[in-house]
């Protein structure tokens, strides 16, 4: 091991994951070193997104990743079922671990514990200091009293069935279940004929996950109840996996990055995310194939290309968080599924842009014209909380 190396990443999840193997890719000669904390990179996770969320380009290097994919996706509400033909994608972390350790060899370090980072060091726990002209910091979401954040929290479980299920496509959203304290519905990814993956999903604010109201045991009682209700009988539970994504309401993301103390930063961390459904892969892969396209990556450089690239990610949300504040803060919460289901009877175009964050001007007068599905009074006063100052979720 070199006693300095060209590119420290901390965290061996997925946004510093993708950054390495794009720079094993495109800059073969780079020393990168990549700290993981687990026993393995990547964590427990399944990763997906749409087929427009990628360029062509993108989806060259990224789709040897790729462990599922099909070509259309469903939804289900109490008053609309809609199968859109739109692609849909996993990742499965597993894989994305595999192809890690294969590509990277040595540079990846796992049960790698950090008691300290700076720009340009790394103080392990043991007391050895690692240098580098660059560390990203990319262990996940970094608490900032400058961000308003919801949450979406989820239980997956990966089933094997007693006999297939019968499932085409993907269901991306069943709103048809039982809604509670705020907007929930069930998501379920059809891996093989017998087999699928099945999530049950809650938009909560901060104060129902910190008093840890989305209690496991309901959420796997929930996923039984689904699957029994289906038809579906279940011979073994393949795996389990529990997540909590970020959903941003308002913010001051330049006191936000002011906190970063010049230190770069990459996926939640830098909040390079989807502000309404959390998804991080397309940010990721931007962000890899961003790092990948600089001349320079002293921590200077990469601080400050990331920081802008972060910015102008961020101006270009400004529509979706006032969607997210009135998901959130308009409306009855077991009532909030309406606005949702009301979205998914716009054209599938608009759809597509809307996962992928390239939405018009027309898109978003089309998204809010009409009859709203939250009280007029509501909608308004949650549109004019910009600031995280000002919003008080229910506790």
């Known amino acids: 091991m070199s006693a300095r190396h060209d590119l420290i990443l901390v965290g061996g999840g997925l946004a510093n994951g993708l ?4 720079l094993k890719q495109t800059r073969p000669e780079l020393d990168l070193l990549v700290l993981e904390q687990a026993a393995s990179p990547g964590g427990n996770h399944t990763w997906s997104f749409h087929d427009d969320d990628l360029s062509p380009a993108q989806w060259a290097w990224v789709e040897p990743l790729v462990g599922c994919r099909w070509p259309r996706h469903e939804v ?3 008053q609309r079922r809609r199968m859109l033909p739109s692609g849909y994608a996993s990742i499965f972390s597993e894989d994305f671990a595999a192809l890690l350790r294969a590509s990277l060899g040595d540079a990846l370090r796992v049960k790698a514990r950090v008691a300290k980072l700076g720009p340009t060091q790394v103080r392990l726990s043991d007391g050895r200091t690692l240098h580098a002209g660059a560390v990203i910091d990319g262990r996940g979401v970094a608490p900032s009293a400058h961000l308003a954040l919801g949450y979406q929290a989820f239980l997956g479980r990966e089933l094997q069935l007693a006999r297939p299920h019968g499932l085409e496509a993907p269901i991306l959203m069943d709103a048809t279940v039982a809604q509670g304290d705020g907007y929930r519905f069930v998501y379920v990814l059809p891996f093989s004929a017998d087999t699928l993956l099945i999530e049950d999903t ?6 129902q996950v910190e008093q840890g109201r989305v209690e496991p045991r309901r959420l796997r009682d929930n996923i039984s109840a689904y699957a029994q209700a289906n038809g579906w009988t279940v011979d073994t539970v393949i795996r389990e996996e529990r997540g909590v994504l970020p959903i941003t309401l308002a913010g001051d993301i330049e006191a936000f990055w002011h906190e970063a103390q010049q230190q770069p930063r990459s996926g939640l961390r830098a ?14 892969v931007r962000l890899a194939d ?3 396209g600089l001349d320079d990556l002293s921590a200077p450089a990469l601080f400050d290309a990331i920081h802008r690239l972060a910015l102008a990610e961020w101006r270009r949300q400004g529509y979706f968080r006032l969607l997210n504040r009135m998901l959130f803060l308009a409306g009855r919460p077991e009532r909030r599924w309406q606005v949702m289901q009301r979205f998914y009877g716009l054209p599938a175009p608009l759809i597509q ?3 992928a964050g390239r939405l018009t001007a027309l898109d978003k007068l089309r998204i809010v014209s009409g009859k709203p599905p939250v009280p007029m009074g509501e909608a308004l006063r949650a549109a004019r909380l910009g600031s995280p100052h000002l919003i008080r979720t229910p506790q």
């Open 19 to 22: 950054i390495a193997l794009r």
């Open 76 to 78: 289900r509400f109490p």
């Open 290 to 292: 961003h790092i990948a």
């Open 202 to 207: 809650h938009y909560v604010d901060a104060g």
């Open 271 to 284: 909040g390079l995310f989807h502000p309404t459904t959390g998804y991080s892969l397309p940010h990721a």
């Open 353 to 355: 842009r809307f996962y």
